[in-house]
């Protein structure tokens, strides 16, 4: 066989960037990179891995830039070339938006929920809370669980339902949502909304702690909405509808919103419209711990952090997350089957004081 003939050579800097740019596999880029280091300084100096992510999820037009906080990166001043500080840069965003690209394909499948922030309204609050959306179950015990809005005299005030996601990078596939089935009234109605849309965001301002009660009323100043989809008929249907989105969407900010447009169902004893919903799931990949962001205000852009390239590492706050909305779930069944579980004593005293007791009683 003779000498290969590297058509880099032989090629105009227009027409490379017309072939390359062709490229929809983050795989076959991270190839290209790895063919020469002439290939690699064309990828990595002209940005390919950053114009791919940017194809494939258009929140990332708001990227301010990259960092990898565990890499120290010399300013000129101390390496006294701009030039260097410039490749290093370069370098920076190459294995992030590399890794990015391909994390968004690879990262397993999973309900990406947090926990739920508020609703704008709730018509039994908190029995009939915003949170109750989380648990699987339209029962739980003897008791329906579901969230309910006020009644409206007229049928198009829409609602919305406010969550955090798992992760502040997160990767939207589908949002699943099953309307609730009201089995105590006559005719069991159905509480559903005529159609659905959701907006991806971040919030304006630190949220309280994480996992408290969701508040009740929605204050739009809190919020910025990056990405809105399009309406999506609901049914009328006790079932878990699937709303698939066009094109997966990269949350950035880890916040979701479900408008929930319209009202089909009046209530009989009132005749008033009501939306009521039992469960939401959102399906994604969350992208933590391997990236973080920061919004930068008032501008709304964005650095993104580089954490680790591991794609084997867990999320913590996402699996501390999922295993408390477990036990909430185990406590629950076993309140309503009428199980007292009562404190532990950690210091081995064989009498427990009777108050102490009673208030850990569930």
């Not at 906080?69 to 370069?90: F, H, M």
């Not at 969701?214 to 079932?239: R, V």
């Not at 008033?272 to 399906?283: A, S």
């Not at 994604?284 to 590492?313: M, N, Q």
Request: charge should be negative; charged fraction near 25%; include cysteine.
């Amino acid at each position: 066989m003779g000498s290969g003939m590297d058509f880099f050579n032989w090629l105009d800097y227009d027409v490379l960037m017309k072939i390359l740019l062709c490229l929809d596999d983050p795989a076959d880029l991270v190839r290209v990179s790895s063919v020469s280091r002439t290939w690699r300084h064309f990828v990595v100096t002209n940005g390919l891995s950053r114009q791919l992510c940017v194809r494939m999820f258009p929140t990332l037009h708001r990227l301010d830039h990259v960092v990898e906080p565990s890499r120290c990166v010399k300013d000129i001043a101390e390496v006294g070339c701009s030039r260097y500080v410039e490749d290093e840069n370069l370098g920076v965003e190459h294995r992030a938006f590399a890794f990015l690209a391909r994390s968004c394909k690879t990262f397993p499948l999973r309900d990406c929920i947090g926990e739920a922030i508020c609703a704008s309204s709730t018509d039994n609050y908190p029995d009939e809370s915003v949170r109750n959306t989380l648990e699987p179950h339209e029962r739980v015990g003897r008791r329906p669980s579901y969230w309910s809005s006020k009644g409206q005299t007229t049928s198009s005030v829409p609602e919305t339902l406010v969550y955090k996601l798992a992760s502040d990078v997160c990767v939207v596939s589908e949002i699943n949502i099953k309307p609730f089935e009201a089995y105590f009234q006559w005719g069991s109605p159905i509480y559903s909304a005529k159609s659905v849309r959701f907006r991806f965001g971040h919030p304006n301002v630190p949220l309280d702690g994480t996992m408290s009660e969701p508040c009740d009323g929605f204050s739009a100043e809190k919020f910025t909405w990056t990405y809105t989809t399009a309406e999506f008929p609901m049914a009328q249907e006790n079932q878990l509808q699937n709303f698939k989105l066009p094109e997966p969407v990269l949350c950035i900010g880890g916040m979701l919103m479900i408008e929930l447009l319209g009202r089909v169902q009046k209530q009989t004893m009132d005749g008033m419209f009501y939306i009521c919903i039992c469960h939401v799931q959102v399906v994604g990949r969350p992208l933590s711990p391997a990236f973080g962001v920061e919004i930068l205000e008032p501008s709304g852009h964005f650095t993104l952090k580089a954490l680790s390239y591991d794609p084997t590492l867990p999320s913590p706050t996402a699996y501390l997350q999922g295993r408390i909305r477990d036990l909430e779930q185990i406590l629950n069944l076993l309140r309503d089957q009428g199980v007292v579980v009562e404190e532990y004593d950690w210091n081995g005293d064989e009498e427990v004081d009777d108050e102490f007791e009673e208030d850990f009683a569930l």
